[in-house]
């Protein structure tokens, strides 16, 4: 629907006071004032909503001279200023229309407009672009958005096509709102994205990376990641994870790898580490696949080139460094397989090099591949055996870092008569090691005693 006749919807939406104050301000000095955008979306289907916009026919100089230093410039080039009543603030956006995009993402220019219509027709998706007059008590709707609210359906304002080659971003976007909100999204709309997938690649890393985890945290990731494989997005926001639509799980597999890996992302908790560790496990698979003697096909090392390729994935996608390492390491021991023989100070040591928390997220990305191969998840497997294990070495209550030794830095500059630097590291480092050896050894005076003795001899 895209007519000049919207349809009038009276509802009474509940308006956080700080709101109503500052729309009651501008309306008050004479201008018009809607809360807009997502907000009035959430409100229609129950959800709470996240942040407050308001679009108003006062300029940015206008809001400035009402608000005076309430008002912050947070995009005044794009029209918007946040004001601050109290400590929370409010984006307000001045009615505009959006001239030419010639870089794929942002408008040349803005141009103010007079009219709300000018200002929802430059929005996203129909559900995005209605507008609540607090006074009268109404959602103005010019695009169908409240029919699609209620049908559960993604539509571009507009056509797709046009819409998405001014921006972009709002191809993800689309995805993204469909799985947080449990949409599909309209065939035309969804055509649109098909045809434009290259122009994806105008976006910056940062913003795809935002899109991409608000994605895979939703309820519904793989919905999302199926959106983006068959619209041809996923080549150019993870060509890894496509690669691996053409090749089988395992062995006579009936699911492409790229299915396989989905579901280990949807079996697992909602915690982005897990999620990418869970969706990226198996993505050193398709450099590695080869057949053996019996014509059997084998991934020899696809954990750690799975690492290697996951880190350059994640850190194209500007992820930062700790969440990156702490997936890689992840990936890297997926195939991790416990040894009922191995000694304790083998499971201690193991503890050392991975941390706790990276073992016991090891145990759910191990359970989440097994669900998604259809294994049983949990008793009997190698790994809830080790974690077994890993209880009883852990109640013996042993130190696995320095921090658990029972001397600290300053015992170790007292004893040898050295300054801070980094010998004291390298000699807890040796301290450590001994405990890991031999627990029984974590006593002060004990340790102390190594530490003379290494003063004695000169080794540290
Ligand atoms: P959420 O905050 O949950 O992501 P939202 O709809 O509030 O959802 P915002 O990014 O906060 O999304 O944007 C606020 C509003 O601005 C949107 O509802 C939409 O009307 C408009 N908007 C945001 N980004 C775009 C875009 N790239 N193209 C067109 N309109 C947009
Ligand atoms: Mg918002």
Not at 248 to 253: D, I, N, T, V
């Amino acid at each position: 629907m895209d007519c000049h006749t919207p349809v009038i919807l009276q509802i009474d939406i509940k308006i956080p006071e700080h709101v109503l104050a500052i729309a009651d301000m501008l309306t008050k000095s004479g201008y018009e004032a809607y809360v807009v955008g997502g907000a009035i979306r959430d409100c229609l289907i129950g959800k709470t909503p996240t942040d407050w916009d308001i679009a108003s026919s006062a300029t940015p100089e206008d809001v400035k001279r009402i608000f005076g230093d309430r008002a912050i410039p947070t995009g005044e080039r794009f029209g918007t200023l946040t004001v601050f009543l109290g400590d929370q603030g409010v984006e307000v956006t001045t009615f505009r229309k959006e001239g030419r995009y010639s870089d794929g993402r942002r408008p040349d220019r803005v141009v103010f407009s007079g009219n709300l219509r000018d200002d929802v027709a430059r929005r996203d998706f129909t559900i995005n672009a209605l507008a609540y007059d607090i006074r009268r008590k109404s959602v103005t709707d010019y695009f169908g958005g409240i029919r699609d609210l209620g049908d559960g359906i993604i539509r571009t304002v507009g056509d797709p096509e046009e819409r998405f080659s001014e921006d972009s971003l709002r191809m993800l976007r689309a995805i993204r709102f469909a799985v947080e909100l449990s949409f599909e999204i309209s065939c035309e709309t969804l055509c649109g994205i098909a045809k434009l997938h290259c122009a994806i690649r105008r976006v910056s890393p940062e913003r795809i990376q935002d899109e991409l985890s608000r994605m895979l945290l939703s309820t519904r990731p793989g919905k999302a990641l199926r959106y983006t494989y068959e619209t041809h997005l996923l080549d150019h926001i993870l060509p890894e994870l496509s690669d691996c639509a053409g090749i089988p799980a395992y062995h006579e597999s009936p699911d492409t790898l790229l299915e396989h890996s989905i579901k280990a992302c949807e079996s697992i908790e909602p915690r982005l580490e897990l999620r990418l560790a869970a969706l990226l496990h198996d993505i050193g698979k398709p450099l590695t696949m080869a057949q053996d003697d019996t014509g059997r096909l084998r991934f020899f090392s696809h954990e750690s080139v799975g690492a290697e390729l996951a880190k350059t994935a994640l850190e194209r996608l500007k992820y930062p460094g700790a969440l990156i390492h702490r997936v890689t390491t992840l990936i890297k021991w997926h195939m991790f397989t416990y040894e009922p023989a191995t000694k304790d100070k083998g499971i201690r040591r193991l503890v050392n090099s991975l941390g706790l928390e990276a073992i016991y997220d090891l145990g759910k990305v191990r359970q989440a591949d097994r669900v998604a191969l259809g294994l049983d998840p949990g008793p009997g497997s190698n790994m809830e055996a080790f974690l077994r294990r890993l209880e009883e070495v852990l109640k013996q209550g042993p130190a696995f870092t320095v921090n658990d030794l029972t001397v600290d830095g300053r015992d170790v500059m007292r004893v040898l008569d050295i300054p801070e630097g980094p010998e004291v590291g390298r000699v807890l480092a040796k301290l450590l090691d001994v405990v890991l050896e031999e627990p029984g050894l974590n006593s002060r005076e004990r340790l102390l005693d190594i530490v003379r003795a290494m003063a004695d001899k000169k080794i540290h």
